[in-house]
């Protein structure tokens, strides 16, 4: 079982669906909680901690809970949620994190600023482009010395040595002539 907690910076409704796992069920201090769905009526932070059941992956992923909001919907992957690093859309003003983390929202978005606030793709996305300049200055030079021998399966016959004395007689044979 897996404990979320979603954080809105604003008053929200709407209900809560989890694919490839079991929603347990929904918490919360300021909302009105009806089965699967939710509703705040306060228009500060308001929070929403959600347990779920998880079952066997299927694919590469496993259960994703979808948001059903009345303002700003949106889905993510059960497994992805850590309090290290939580799930954090600023442009909705909502952050997913782990129920165990109790920081306010402000916090979260505090620190989440504070270690650049960039996702991993949009670091490799704003670092510079490796050139193959720059990888062949921080590679080590590797030397193979490389001894290329001569293959025995030639076509031609091998070359006998003569020797001297059989050189000799055919000099004498060419001069008697």
């Excluded at 290290?84 to 920081?103: H, L, N, W």
């Excluded at 402000?106 to 300049?133: A, C, H, M, N, V």
Aim: proline residues 4%; contains cysteine.
């Amino acid at each position: 079982m897996k404990k979320i907690s979603i954080i809105w910076n604003y008053r929200n409704a709407g209900e809560i669906e989890v694919r490839n796992g079991k929603l347990m069920g929904l918490f919360s201090d300021k909302a009105e909680i009806d089965g699967n769905r939710f509703s705040f009526s306060s228009d500060s932070e308001n929070r929403l901690d959600i347990s779920i059941g998880l079952k066997k992956k299927t694919g590469s992923h496993g259960a994703i809970v979808y948001v059903k909001s009345q303002k700003n919907p949106f889905c993510f992957f059960a497994e992805h949620v850590s309090s290290k690093f939580p799930v954090y859309i600023p442009e909705y003003s909502v952050i997913v994190t782990e129920a165990g983390d109790k920081r306010p929202y402000r916090q979260i978005e505090q620190d989440i600023k504070k270690k650049s606030g960039l996702s991993k793709l949009k670091e490799i996305e704003f670092s510079p482009e490796q050139t193959y300049q720059e990888a062949a200055e921080n590679t080590r030079k590797l030397r193979g010395n490389t001894w290329l021998g001569i293959s025995r399966a030639n076509s031609s016959p091998p070359v006998r040595k003569q020797s001297s004395t059989s050189a000799r007689v055919v000099l004498r044979m060419a001069l008697a002539k």
